[in-house]
């Protein structure tokens, strides 16, 4: 367990040192490291008097987000693409207490992620070329259980192959799809049970994967569009047992699919609007489709090279 904990923490610290590392790796090579870094807080706060005529409730909320990549040509034919996004964000609400008094109750957590990606690719210049990839998805603290706190959990892991292909790459937009296996591993840590009790969850499947990414901006840069589609398809999994002979045991067998949209609109040179809209499909967590939306005015700084 620990060795599990040190290599994600190792992996995270690496990413991140990578990006702030990339001005000085740049100058001492033929074919520098491309990178881009876009983050953005976002804070909303409201508040009612006691003597408030209504049920109106104040709030507090802030999130934080940060996108960034790096991309090097290593050779004509070799090229990695490496991707991080990371999200947190935290509501608090008021509530009566048994006065009849409104106060404000304990944050509690609105927005996680931790999502690192490395492609590498084999341009071969034909109509695709093929890659290799690696992503990392987690979260800083799984508060699933009340009064329990275990940060990087859960933990996927996707090892993925394949073609990779570029319908569109100008200065304004980049779209590129992507179609292969992969092989993909659930780490679940149950440290909130006791000792005799503490049994990893660890569930792997393999199947088919297509992720296509979409980015593109207007002529003066002012707004953006970022989009991803990912569908996933396992064709053997190791829960497939035991499941069997129960309503739920194809599951496994359903399609996961995610799409995230952000519009961005910079009003200011440091705040922007922000549209953001998630949606996701996974039966085995809900037979209905998940679905997220947040539209806020963000401090934001961005930096590409």
Same mark, same amino acid.
């Not at 953005?40 to 006691?50: G, Q």
């Not at 990549?69 to 009566?96: C, H, I, P, V, Y």
């Not at 799809?177 to 659930?186: D, Y």
């Not at 989009?227 to 002979?245: H, M, N, P, R, T």
């Given at each position: ?8 923490? #190792? ?8 990006? #702030?590392?990339?001005?000085? #790796? ?7 490291? =491309? ?5 953005? @807080?976002? @804070? ?27 991309? =090097?040509?290593?050779?004509?034919? /070799? ?25 404000? &109750? ?6 996680? /992620? ?14 695709? !070329? ?5 992503? /990392? ?25 394949? #073609?990779?292909?570029? @319908? ?9 799809? &992507? ?21 990893? !969850? ?16 207007? =002529? ?61 499909? !996974? ?6 489709? &998940? ?15």
């Amino acid at each position: 367990m620990i060795k599990k904990r040190s290599l994600m923490i #190792a992996v995270l610290a690496f990413t991140v040192c990578s990006f #702030a590392a990339q001005d000085t #790796a740049s100058k001492n090579s033929t074919n520098p490291w =491309k990178y881009s870094v876009l983050t953005n @807080l976002t @804070l909303t706060f409201n508040s009612y008097s006691d003597n408030w005529a209504g049920s109106e409730y104040g709030s507090m909320a802030w999130a934080w987000t940060f996108n960034g990549t790096a991309e =090097k040509q290593f050779t004509k034919r /070799l090229s990695d693409k490496n991707t991080l996004k990371l999200a947190f964000g935290q509501t608090a609400t008021q509530k009566k207490n048994d006065n009849g008094n409104k106060k404000w &109750r304990k944050f509690q957590k609105s927005s996680d /992620l931790i999502d690192f990606e490395s492609v590498l690719r084999f341009t071969l210049q034909s109509f695709v !070329d093929p890659y290799i990839s690696v992503r /990392l998805v987690s979260q800083f603290a799984d508060e699933r259980v009340p009064g329990y706190r275990c940060e990087g959990n859960p933990l996927t892991i996707y090892e993925s192959f394949g #073609a990779i292909r570029d @319908l569109a790459k100008n200065d304004r937009i980049v779209w590129s799809a &992507r179609i292969g296996g992969a092989i993909r591993q659930n780490i679940d840590r149950n440290d909130y049970l006791d000792t005799s009790l503490h049994v990893d !969850d660890f569930t792997n499947d393999g199947g088919l994967e297509f992720v296509t990414d979409l980015k593109t901006t207007t =002529k003066d840069n002012r707004i953006s569009y970022v989009s991803q589609l990912k569908v996933y398809e396992a064709l053997f999994s190791s829960i497939a047992d035991k499941y069997e002979g129960e309503s739920n045991e194809s599951y496994w067998r359903h399609p996961d699919v995610s799409w995230d949209n952000t519009i961005g609109v910079m009003l200011l040179k440091y705040i922007t609007l922000n549209i953001h809209f998630e949606a996701l499909y !996974d039966i085995e967590s809900d037979d209905n489709i &998940r679905c997220r939306n947040t539209i806020g005015l963000s401090l934001s700084y961005s930096k590409a090279n």
